[in-house]
């Protein structure tokens, strides 16, 4: 049902007489209506758009053209969910400059939701038919300006626990106390979403026109005042990133939009290195920090000595990148996942333990619970994570409508992530590291070789899941931690094998090719025995089999793992058996 109206009226200082003339429904309707000027755009929600745009002639006289839409279903609940919508995809189409602030919009029912939502995409087609949007919704949501937009509607569990940080952490600015908070999350949950959304949020009370705030009541609509914004003037901020795709993603997406930088995006060592101390610094995946151990390269095991020298006088084994954030700054909003660790170099398990436990006892701990990327359900992690290990969970009938599926032929796989990657955009092939990187001497090789297939690594390092050769490659952890996909074709490689005298799963040192992934520390004097490498592994591979939002695909090596995992990955959908010619192929 269709029953809005799309508005056109150029914008100036006499607007809001000419409405008020034109309908007297603009004096007391609910509306949404986008402000533009070919170049930035403004979306807005009132309920007296004569006098919205009387106060915009004020503050937005540099916009020119006004579009209202209009319609008599229209309440304040849809008006808000629609505007919130808007926000998005402009700022996920690039093709104007958003000039909204970051209040806070939740993303709440309310009655035929369902049924506006569809109309939400009829006022976007008419939008883009009048040049408003260059790019259709699915690939506008398949972008990552879209995926890590600050400018998103967050869940009631999301706008809570970014309510009470925000609350304490101006309580900390009043009385210039020292403080250090963790928010924990399995995939999925929307850390990273909620680094930048409040990154964002806090940018825009320091620097918003009160004057503009005019009867706005959104979530965090509160904050904006000359007190608040007293409390931020001249306060550094950062957002640390320990993995460098992940990173350099985020640097994008800040530098695209308005009150943030691509330098407010740091690496730990930015952090360890920086001349002036931050006032707050939240860390994401703030388990893939290191602590000492061999690092990627030269330069930077110089590096790791030169900071702790710099912030500690010596060159101590147990000072960690933990300790350099600490040491520099003066607050730190921690977003973990101890389940995510993937190697040795990583903050051990005691490290992460002691910091939630110390953000418990001050209070400061949230719990993100509520699964926003799969659309498998909220239990669909701790079902993966049961399923690789030695005390699997109970089958469920159904994860419907995710399209979670298993496969005997490994080619069969990756012919069907070429559909959905066809249909959906956004479907790869991910593995762990269960093959070693002949491309890397040899680009005319396969990588991964599998029953005739032949298979390449990812052949960029850094923002792989959009490079131009991504659907013809095969991912690695390191380029997809943090990042969705629409479908996941998931290899599980002989690193993990069932052992079945033991009747348990077990690791293969023998089958697993990180390098960095699987070698002892002789710095803090550790050695990983197979059962400490297979827990990492195992997060590994919950990773991967978590990246997927509308399904998932299985392949596994080992035959003896094949069949016990089989049950657990095939609930709604087909087997997919070999056929019954099976020439050698080489798909990539």
Known sequence: ???????????????????????????????????????????????????????????????????????????????????????????????????????????????????????????????????????????????????????????????????????????????????????????????????????????????????????????????????????????????????????????????????????????????????????????????????????????????????????????????????????????????????QSIKPADLSQEIQRRLVDEASRAGRQYALTSQMRVRAGSDYVGYVRSALSNEPPAIPESFEPYDLRFFDDIGAMAAEIQARNDEHGLARLVAGYAWPWVTKKNPTAYDIEIGGHGFRWNTVATDWINSARSAEEVGSIHTVQGYDLNFAGVIIGPDLQYDQAERRIVFDRANYHDKKGKENNPQLGIKYSDEDLLAFVANIYSVLLTRGIRGTYVYVCDLGLRERLRPYFAPNGPLISPPEATGSAVLF
């Not at 999925?188 to 959304?197: D, E, L, Q, R, S």
């Open 1 to 339: 049902m269709t029953s809005f109206e799309i508005v056109k009226h150029g914008f100036s200082s006499g607007t809001s007489a000419e409405l008020k003339a034109l309908d007297r429904r603009y004096l007391n309707w609910p509306v949404v209506y986008v402000l533009d000027n070919g170049r930035e755009v403004y979306v807005g929600e009132t309920g007296n758009a004569v006098k919205r745009m009387e106060q915009h002639s004020r503050t937005k006289a540099g916009l020119k053209q006004l579009k209202i839409v209009l319609d008599d279903r229209f309440n304040k609940s849809v008006c808000l969910d629609l505007e919130s919508h808007l926000i998005r995809y402009f700022a996920g189409d690039e093709s104007f400059q958003v000039l909204n602030r970051n209040d806070g919009v939740v993303d709440a029912e309310y009655f035929d939701r369902e049924e506006y939502r569809q109309t939400f995409q009829h006022v976007f087609d008419e939008l883009r038919e009048l040049g408003l949007f260059e790019r259709s919704i699915p690939e506008i949501e398949n972008s990552d300006l879209f995926k890590y937009s600050p400018f998103k509607a967050l869940s009631q569990e999301q706008m809570i626990v970014v309510t009470d940080i925000l609350e304490g952490l101006f309580e900390d600015l009043d009385s210039d106390t020292d403080d250090t908070m963790v928010i924990q999350g399995s995939p999925g949950t929307g850390k990273t979403i909620i680094a930048v959304f409040m990154l964002k949020l806090l940018q825009d009370i320091a620097s918003a026109d009160l004057q503009e705030v005019f009867d706005a009541d959104t979530m965090f609509s509160e904050f904006f005042t000359d007190e608040h914004q007293a409390l931020l003037e001249s306060r550094r901020f950062g957002l640390v990133v320990p993995q460098q795709s992940l990173r350099k993603t985020l640097q994008g997406v800040f530098r695209k939009t308005p009150g943030l930088s691509p330098e407010m995006v740091l690496s730990p060592f930015d952090v360890g290195g920086a001349a002036e101390r931050f006032d707050l610094l939240i860390v994401d995946e703030a388990h893939r920090l290191n602590q000492r151990a061999n690092q990627p390269s030269a330069m930077q095991n110089l590096r790791f000595a030169e900071i702790n020298e710099r912030l500690f006088g010596r060159d101590d084994a147990r000072y960690t990148q933990l300790d350099w954030i600490r040491t520099q700054s003066r607050r730190q909003i921690f977003l973990l996942d101890r389940l």
